[in-house]
């Protein structure tokens, strides 16, 4: 980090101070001098890391043409060539870290605010409260700082949906900010639904989204650790990636595209991350997860998020 430095106002003593000072503090004054290289440069010129300010802007969208999800409207050819109504739109991401053009990958240290806390941000795409009628504005961007030195600048980001495991069987009675949401949490034991996209579909089943870490022992009430066998934390990475000028898209349609068709095929109703669900498949897929052991699989292309 830079560091303030307050050589100059040590190392140049007054012409009137040199005419008053005795012979023992002259010496002394020469030896500080010394010290100071004998001029009165500063260390300013010998910069280190400085903190810079990071915004990752999101946005979710339901298909091609980028038009945004929206509680206030339908969205139109999902899936099989369904209509939807839109009830929720979230999830948490961690684990934010940068590249840069000095070759390095660094982290991203997020700011605490009401949406992000202990290195989790919480995006909420809703634009009324709970889908009703009470307007609300959507929480859509990441924001932290990152030390750079001079010169560097940040080409790539990654990032992963959900909870570390060290915070995922929290108690939600004790739980801070962005955590302490009972809506985005299945229990002590199963842990967060790191992901929740639900919508109604006109004329078919309804279609809800949860994704979270399942098959999981222990007993946190009884002060057990727990262990989950499947994770199921997508990981997302943008090898390109410039400040300013990208968006990170959440594409709704790309995720959907093959489990979405208004009939249920079984298990719960749309994909709750459960292995044998029909409609977790394609989803799984799309988010560059493989469903039977929960962890990124680098031969799925993942689809559901990308840059424009």
Request: aromatic share 6%.
């Given at each position: 980090?830079?560091?303030m ?9 007054s012409?009137a ?5 005795p ?6 004054l ?9 001029s ?7 910069r280190?890391p400085?903190d ?7 946005e979710a969208?339901y298909?091609?043409?980028?038009d ?8 139109s050819?999902?899936?099989?060539g369904v209509?939807v109504?839109?009830e929720?739109f979230r999830?948490?991401l961690?684990d ?5 053009s000095?070759q390095?990958?660094l ?11 202990s ?6 795409f ?11 504005t959507?929480?859509?961007?990441v924001?932290?700082?990152?030390a750079l030195?001079?010169?560097?600048r940040i ?9 570390p495991e ?5 108690n ?8 302490n949401?009972p809506?985005?949490?299945w229990?002590?034991?199963s842990?967060?639904?790191?992901m929740?996209?639900?919508v109604t ?6 279609f809800?989204l949860h ?6 022992a222990?007993?946190?009430?009884a ?7 499947r994770?199921?934390?997508p990981?997302?990475?943008?090898d ?6 990208d ?9 959907v595209?093959?489990?979405?068709d208004?009939?249920?095929?079984g298990?719960a109703p749309g994909?709750?991350?459960?292995v ?17 052991s ?9 689809v559901a998020?990308?840059?424009?």
């Open positions: 980090m830079k560091k430095t307050f050589v100059h106002a040590i190392c140049q003593p012409d101070v040199r005419g008053r000072l012979v023992t503090a002259a010496l002394a020469a030896g500080t001098l010394a010290a100071c290289g004998g009165s440069s500063s260390s300013s010129d010998d280190g400085t810079t300010t990071v915004s990752l802007p999101f969208v298909n091609s043409s980028n945004p999800v929206t509680c206030d409207g339908t969205l050819g999902l899936g099989a209509d109504q839109l929720d999830l948490y961690h934010v870290r940068v590249t840069t000095q390095r990958e982290p991203l240290t997020l700011d605490d605010t009401l949406w992000q806390g290195g989790v941000a919480l995006l909420d809703r634009d009324f409260v709970s889908c009703g009628t009470v307007p609300q959507p929480n859509t961007d924001t932290g700082t990152v030195n001079e010169g560097e080409d790539g980001v990654q990032f992963k949906i959900g909870l060290s915070l995922n069987h929290t939600l009675v004790d739980a801070a900010t962005p955590l949401v809506t985005m949490h229990s002590w034991q842990g967060y639904k790191f929740r996209l639900d579909v006109a004329g078919g089943d309804d809800k994704l979270g870490s399942t098959d999981c222990g007993d946190p009430e002060g057990d650790s727990v262990s989950c066998d994770g199921n934390r990981e997302v990475r943008f390109t990636f410039t400040p300013g000028q968006t990170i898209v959440i594409d709704y349609a790309a995720m595209a093959t489990a979405l208004g009939v249920d095929d298990g994909c709750m991350s459960g044998s669900d029909p409609e977790c498949a394609g989803v799984f897929a799309a988010l560059g997860l493989d469903l039977a929960g962890t990124p699989d680098s031969q799925l292309n993942q998020f990308r840059l424009k």
